[in-house]
């Protein structure tokens, strides 16, 4: 049996640096609260929890003395500054991909342009990002939900950066409609989801059986799951290594693995090594 594992897979460019952060905080002995899960992966939480890193829910919530990070999905800006008034030292783990989109909104804004933002209103990066232009930005799911916006001024449109991109264009083009000028339109969606996504589909095709190593909750995770089952029946979403059950590989030749962007290293190399006890020769 034959181990193959996807050609991109696992932490995303802003988790790992988030990750990072926090750990070289950790290492110059600082008390560090993140301000929501770092990331959506329970085992990578529970590690970092080990490690003395708490998860607040609010900036109240920090005390005197405490280094607070703000996640890789970014924050208000009154948030920025609520957190900067309590901690002692605060982290901006904002993913430079993110901080782009808050940037172009912010300068459109100041202008006295509207800003269209394509993504789910209640995603924290979407909440942040309102926050930078908060008498200018409108949220919206997708085109149908444009029709009901106002007449818009010199529109900026830009998009959460995991929407799908064809989300995102049809809504652009629904936009136009409500302009009084071409609009500027800045397709902000980060590759990193679609990279995994293709790879695993890539693969699908010439395995057996497919792990994919992600929180059942995980969204990017799930869509992994179903990618892969389009043309791998036996694919399955796993938390950790023991959720394998040698019995589904039975006959299995090849077997893939892939893994969410939040799923760390240790737990893709402990779901090999599981693969390998149960006969399989690593293939890179
Ligand atoms: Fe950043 Fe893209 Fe990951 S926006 S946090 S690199 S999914």
């Known amino acids: 049996m034959q181990v193959l594992l996807a050609d991109e897979y696992g932490f995303c460019f802003g988790v790992e640096r988030a990750v990072e952060m926090v750990e070289q905080a950790l290492d110059e002995g600082a008390t560090v609260r993140t301000l929501g899960p770092l990331i959506h992966n329970t085992q990578e939480i529970k590690r970092l929890e080990a490690e003395g890193v708490a998860t607040i829910n609010a900036p109240a919530d920090v ?16 948030v920025q500054r609520e957190l900067e008034g309590r901690a002692e030292r605060v982290i901006d783990a904002t993913c430079p991909f993110v901080t782009k989109v808050q940037k172009l909104a912010e300068r459109a804004a100041a202008q006295g342009r509207d800003v269209v933002v394509v993504g789910n209103p209640d995603h924290p990066e979407m909440i942040g990002v309102r926050g930078y232009a908060p008498q200018h930005a409108h949220v919206v799911r997708d085109a149908s939900e444009v ?35 071409e609009p500027q ?51 399955f979403l796993i938390e950790t290594p023991d959720e394998i059950n040698a019995e589904d590989l039975r006959g299995a030749r090849r077997v893939g693995v892939t893994a969410g962007a939040s799923t760390p290293n240790w737990l893709i ?11 399989a020769e690593e293939q890179a």
């Open 185 to 235: 339109i800045v397709n902000t969606i980060c590759s990193a989801t679609r990279d995994r996504q293709d790879a695993a589909r890539a693969l699908a095709g010439h395995v057996d059986a497919f792990y994919i190593i992600g929180g059942k909750h995980s969204s990017n995770s799930i869509k992994l799951l179903s990618v892969c089952r389009e043309q791998c029946a036996q694919s």
């Open 147 to 181: 029709a009901s916006l106002p007449p818009l001024h010199a529109p900026l449109v830009v998009s959460q950066t995991t929407l799908k991109l064809s989300t995102f264009l049809e809504a652009a083009d629904a936009v136009r409609l409500k302009a009084d000028s």
């Open 269 to 279: 190399e402990q779901t090999l090594a599981r693969l390998r006890e149960i006969g």
């Open 63 to 78: 005390a005197p003395g405490e280094t607070a990070v703000i996640r890789a999905h970014g924050v208000t800006p009154e």
